[in-house]
């Protein structure tokens, strides 16, 4: 449904994903000259992405109602959802850019040896023999990104779609993922292996992968919550 939607809504939707992508090939070219900050930065650059989604869920939102969907009408979400949208904006950068600080002091607690380049960073980093600073790394952005994925699996569409305060669209979103446990566990698998392709081509993939992943997290948001009690945003 996502491909769908992505086809149907061409234009504006690949707009969302080259906007992502020069994002990505920006903080990729800044994190090339400051190694250190690379991993936490990029990671963090992901951890926003539900955000950046906005527009896709309206033009979604447009297309179920037998619309046809314009980039004007993405502009226009972010004005409807402006106050919760933004509580949530602020609360995902300061996660990501609390994981960058973490990432950081990581790096220097650490790793000794001074990180010039690639080589450098792959040696001392990833395969750093006697110390498990990759794996602790990883273990703990897993952590950290699965309490992100709980919070916004389907929290900003639902602000986007619905009269809601944001806590309330956060516990909201946390109930449906725990509630439906292993469908979700697989969304998020998805998501991941979908982000790391579009990370392995140097960011472009973003272009494709944030338009499909955000349009069917509309659907998945359609699918896993009753909001018809709920009054619509104007």
């Not at 609390?98 to 990432?103: D, E, I, P, Y």
């Not at 897993?142 to 929290?155: P, R």
């Not at 986007?160 to 969304?187: C, F, Q």
């Not at 982000?195 to 359609?222: C, D, E, K, Q, S």
């Amino acid at each position: 449904m996502g491909v769908q939607d992505f086809v149907r809504a061409f234009g504006p939707s690949l707009f969302h994903g080259f906007i992502v992508a020069v994002a990505g090939l920006a903080i990729l070219t800044v994190g090339l000259r400051v190694w250190y900050v690379l991993p936490g930065a990029v990671s963090g650059f992901v951890l926003v992405a539900p955000i950046i989604a906005t527009g896709l869920y309206e033009l979604s939102r447009r297309l179920l109602r037998g619309e046809r969907p314009l980039l004007l009408h993405a502009f226009a979400a972010w004005r409807r959802g402006t106050r919760p949208l933004v509580w949530m904006g602020l609360g995902l950068a300061i996660a990501a850019t609390a994981w960058v600080l973490v990432s950081s002091v990581l790096v220097a607690l650490f790793v000794k040896a001074p990180i010039t380049g690639l080589e450098d960073f792959l040696r001392h980093v990833v395969l750093s023999e006697g110390s498990n600073l990759f794996w602790l790394w990883i273990a703990l952005g897993g952590l950290g990104a699965s309490f992100v994925f709980a919070a916004t699996a389907v929290s900003v569409p639902l602000m986007l779609d619905r009269d809601i305060d944001t806590l309330s669209a956060v516990l909201t979103s946390v109930r449906a993922v725990g509630e439906n446990p292993v469908a979700m566990a697989l969304w998020a698998a998805i998501i991941m292996a979908l982000t790391v392709l579009a990370m392995a081509t140097l960011m472009l993939g973003f272009a494709f992968v944030v338009p499909i992943v955000g349009h069917a997290t509309w659907h998945a948001y359609r699918d896993l919550v009753d909001a018809d009690g709920l009054p619509a945003r104007h």
